[in-house]
C-alpha cells in the first residue's frame, strides 16, 4: 500500500534550521510531482513548496529565500530545507504525492511532522 512518512520535525529557537524527510513506499515515486503542505493550528492546511519529476521547484512566497525542497530518486526521498525559521512558521509539515496539471493537485498524504518554532 503507498505510504509517505515524515520524520525530522522537532522544537527550535527562531533563526534556526530544520531538515525535513519524506520517504515514499510502493509508488513510481521517480514519476510523482512532490509536495510540502504545513497546517498551522486553527488554519487550513496551505502549500509550502513543490518539486516537479523533472526538479522544477515552486515556493510560496513566505518561504522564499529560507527553505528548499529536493528529492533523490534512488531513496524515494522528497527533502525541505528550513533556514531562518520564524514563529510563524510554526505548524504540522504534510509531505504529497501528486500531480500538475494546471496547478499542483494533492495526492498520497503522509500524517505529518511537527515543527514549533519558539524560544
Known amino acids: 500500500q503507498a505510504q509517505l512518512v515524515e520524520s525530522g520535525g522537532g522544537l527550535v529557537q527562531p533563526g534556526g534550521s530544520l531538515r525535513l524527510i519524506c520517504t515514499a513506499s510502493?509508488?513510481?515515486?521517480?514519476?510523482?510531482?512532490m509536495a510540502w503542505y504545513h497546517q498551522a493550528p486553527g488554519k487550513q492546511r496551505e502549500l509550502v513548496a513543490t518539486?516537479?519529476?523533472?526538479?522544477?521547484?515552486y515556493y510560496t512566497d513566505s518561504v522564499k529565500g529560507r527553505f528548499t525542497i529536493s528529492r533523490d530518486n534512488a531513496k524515494n526521498t522528497v527533502y525541505l530545507q528550513m533556514n531562518r525559521l520564524i514563529p510563524e512558521d510554526t505548524a504540522v509539515y504534510y509531505c504529497?504525492?501528486?500531480?500538475?496539471?494546471?496547478?499542483?493537485?494533492?495526492?498520497?498524504w503522509g500524517r505529518g511532522t511537527q515543527v514549533t518554532v519558539s524560544s
Open positions: 504529497n504525492a501528486g500531480a500538475y496539471y494546471s496547478d499542483f493537485v494533492p495526492g498520497i
Open positions: 510502493d509508488i513510481m515515486f521517480s514519476f510523482y510531482d
Open positions: 518539486i516537479r519529476d523533472d526538479g522544477g521547484t
